[in-house]
């Protein structure tokens, strides 16, 4: 993606490096430029903002990954790639407390008349 500039942002709690948009107010990832992304492009994206997430609430990977009831291999594979199935995803959602955030992505249809 050209047009978002990506800046490194040191994970304290890692002591790694990882992109961050630079246009970003907060060090959460934003979703804002996401449109033309591919799909691994958009899921390294999440990734990033679950991590932002995480090290906000300052929780190490360890300790999330037990709270998400998943491996702590599965859980930092997700972190460093975006890669993860869709239970794994639902269970972070859930460990975040987050599962109403589901229903923006699919809101009910209005009802027929």
Same mark, same amino acid.
């Given at each position: 993606?050209?047009? @978002?500039? /990506? ?5 304290? %709690? ?5 992109? @961050? ?11 804002? %430029?996401? /449109?033309?992304?591919?799909?691994? +492009? #958009?899921?390294?994206?999440? *990734?990033?903002?679950?991590?932002? +997430? ?10 999330? *990954? +037990?709270?998400?009831? @998943? ?7 997700? +972190? ?13 959602? /859930? ?9 923006? #992505?699919?809101?009910? *249809? *209005?009802?027929? /008349?």
């Amino acid at each position: 993606m050209d047009n @978002i500039e /990506l800046v490194p942002y040191l994970d304290p %709690q890692l002591g790694l490096f990882w992109p @961050i948009c630079e246009n970003c107010r907060s060090m959460k990832p934003t979703f804002e %430029q996401c /449109l033309g992304m591919s799909s691994p +492009e #958009l899921c390294r994206r999440l *990734a990033e903002r679950i991590r932002a +997430e995480r090290v906000e609430r300052g929780l190490s990977q360890k300790r999330f *990954a +037990e709270a998400c009831r @998943i491996p702590l291999r599965t859980y930092k594979r997700f +972190e460093l790639n975006g890669k993860a199935n869709l239970d794994t995803f639902v269970r972070v959602v /859930l460990a975040f407390e987050r599962p109403a955030g589901f229903e923006s #992505l699919f809101p009910p *249809a *209005a009802p027929r /008349l």
